[in-house]
């Protein structure tokens, strides 16, 4: 789960450029501060359901490991 983590934290512009990241149910919502950081297409590379980028906001759709996906990035952002 760790190399998801941390090429989920590059898709989403890197550590600088998260300010949250919270697991809600099968899916992780994170504020990002540039949207244009943002790299799309690195992220559906980890197999999610969905990407739905909206403004500052990026919810990627896991399923099940969404809670378990957050504890790690978080991890590794420290």
Do not use: F, W
Not at 9 to 25: D, H, M
């Amino acid at each position: 789960m760790t190399q998801k983590a941390l090429q989920l934290i590059a898709g989403l512009g890197g550590t600088s450029n998260l300010i949250e990241l919270e697991p809600c149910l099968m899916r992780i919502r994170a504020h990002v501060k540039n949207p244009h950081l943002v790299n799309e297409q690195l992220i559906r590379e980890t197999n999610p359901l969905a990407v739905v980028c909206s403004g500052n906001y990026v919810q990627i759709v896991t399923g099940p490991d969404a809670d378990g996906v957050v504890a790690q990035m978080q991890r590794e952002l420290i």
